[in-house]
């Protein structure tokens, strides 16, 4: 096998892969005779894709936004508590005890206070698509900065550095790879969030159109709903790869040099 | 009638830790350096030799007895010092020259200059790395060098803001021997034409005797000063030199102290 070969197979292994899993669950279907109320055929799906489309598109779009807000809202306020975190031990000791705390309440719960507080719209999924993908920000940016080498800090120190001239040439640069790599996982949780609170109690999103769909037993549609989020989700994370190689190119340097 | 030391401490020592943790690093370090004079510190691992030179960089204040620099007490980190350690610790995401230009950045009176000359200022930057033999290797980033590059770098970096002390841990223990007597040669080109007042802290006694004007040897921790050797062999020391009987005897009367310290 030569390594364009090479190169090509290892391209077409997602679209492959994908591909099985969705014949698989379309034979599966068909030979056990499962209902479409349960799992409808993927073909199915594809069909009230392609019939509902302006719908998706348009439900889809209001999730992205509500998303996609709340996600650079938490890349912002992440990015300074990490910073705050990672830079002083005090801020250290006193928030992390409480962001662990305040990430290991189930979203789901906060969704209806939400509610309460702000009404419904897309105010709640902001809020939540926020709250969900803030965490791994915030511990990576403040691991990366915690982590800089103690030679690196005295090097600086001797050279009569203030502490913010090491966070801003020292620390700052040096969190970004680790800034990014939280990015990735923050981006798909904003998502997660943002569905969450739309399905709870909405009008507005893909999460409601899933809901209100598996109201009236329109299954196909709820799966539509469900491939669309995989697809967003699948963009964004891309994008947010993308951006980090461009930005912290210097990280990836196993694959520059090979 | 001679010059005051440039850098002199007095019956030095650091504990680190407190209470029943408490632990002695250093006791009752006594040494003087002259301007000018390239001072090398040996002894066995883990005795302290890095805390030493933590000490009179000021990057750390002494438990007991007193640093002064030019006859004045140190209290924080002193100005005009530069460091070289044994791990390069260039920044991955900057270019060697942006690495080597980095105390220019900080350092006064380069900062406040820094902008409106930068030419100039890259101009000697691009000069250093000439002279270490690394011209035409600015643009490219630390990863993309040799470990003896790095080290190389690592030492132009400590050097461009032309400070009157330079601080060297074991700047070139991780590199293969060869490399290492290279750098040696480059080390001591550099200090015959700049003069800086230099401390090296090594393990390899041959390295020592090699660069050094005065070499002190330590016991193991607590770390004590147990032995001075003045090396007054002539300058420019090559490594014909190393092989010379009196860089042989030298060294061999540094190996038997510090054997002595193993024996203990």
């Known amino acids: ?43 199915r799906v594809f069909e009230v894709v392609i019939q509902r489309w302006d719908l998706l598109l348009r439900f889809c779009l209001e999730t992205l936004w509500t998303t996609l807000i709340g996600f650079f809202l938490a890349i912002g306020f992440g990015l300074l508590l990490g910073l705050a975190i990672g830079a002083s031990p005090f801020i250290y000791s006193g928030l992390y005890p409480l962001l662990i705390a305040f990430n290991a309440i189930p979203k789901v719960a906060i969704v209806p206070i939400l509610m309460i507080w702000v009404g419904i719209g897309a105010l709640p999924a902001i809020i939540t698509a926020f709250v969900i993908s803030f965490f791994p920000i915030v ?38 790879p680790y800034l990014f790599a939280s990015l990735k996982v923050a981006a798909t949780l904003a998502f997660v969030g943002s569905v969450l609170s739309e399905t709870v109690g909405g009008n507005r999103g893909i999460g409601f159109l899933m809901l209100s769909a598996s109201a009236r037993n329109d299954s196909a549609t709820t799966f539509a709903g469900l491939f669309a989020i995989a697809v967003m989700g699948v963009g964004v994370y891309a994008a947010c790869a993308l951006i980090e190689r461009r930005m912290t190119r210097w990280a990836f340097r196993g694959e520059l040099v090979r | 009638m001679p010059s005051p030391p440039l850098v002199e ?38 005795c302290g030799k890095s805390t030493l030179m933590k000490l009179v960089t000021g990057l750390l204040p002494p438990t007991g007895g007193e640093v002064s620099v030019r006859g004045q007490p140190v209290t924080g980190p002193i100005k005009g010092v530069g460091m070289a350690f044994q791990n390069a610790t260039l920044m ?80 070139f223990g991780a590199l293969d021997a060869f490399t290492r007597e290279e750098l040696w040669g480059i080390m001591q080109a550099l200090w015959l034409e700049r003069r800086f007042t230099a401390v090296l802290v090594t393990h390899d006694l041959r390295e020592a005797v090699y660069l050094a ?36 005897d030298i060294v061999h009367e540094l190996r038997e102290r510090i054997q002595q310290e193993h024996a203990e």
């Open chain 1, 1 to 43: 096998m030569s390594a364009l070969q090479r190169r090509a197979i290892r391209l077409a292994m997602p679209w492959l892969t994908l591909l099985a899993l969705l014949v698989l669950w379309e034979v599966a279907c068909i030979v056990f005779h499962i209902p479409e109320i349960v799992a409808p055929r993927p073909t």
């Open chain 1, 139 to 176: 511990v990576n940016v403040a691991t990366g900065l915690a982590t800089i080498e103690p030679e690196m800090r005295d090097l600086m120190r001797s050279l009569g550095a203030s502490n913010r001239e090491i966070l801003v040439k020292v620390g700052i640069p040096r969190a970004m």
């Open chain 2, 9 to 46: 401490l007095k019956n030095v020592s650091l504990a680190y830790g407190e209470g029943s943790e408490r632990m002695l690093a250093l006791g009752d370090a006594t040494m003087s350096i002259d301007d000018g004079e390239f001072v090398a510190v040996v002894g066995p691992s883990g």
């Open chain 2, 92 to 171: 991955p995401w900057r270019t060697t020259r942006d690495n080597i230009m980095l105390p220019l950045e900080v350092v006064e009176p380069h900062k406040r200059r820094l902008r409106a000359n930068r030419a100039e200022y890259i101009a000697r930057a691009e000069a250093l790395l000439a002279s270490v033999g690394l011209g035409g290797f600015g643009d490219k980033f630390p990863w993309q060098l040799s470990g003896g590059m790095q080290q190389r770098s690592n030492v132009c970096r400590a050097l461009i803001h032309e400070p009157q002390i330079l601080m060297l841990d074991e700047p």
């Open chain 2, 213 to 248: 004007d005065t070499v002190y040897v330590m016991s193991r921790r607590p770390g004590r000063i147990v032995k001075v050797r003045t090396v007054d062999l002539p300058r420019p020391r090559t490594l014909e030199t190393t092989f010379e009987p009196a860089f042989v």
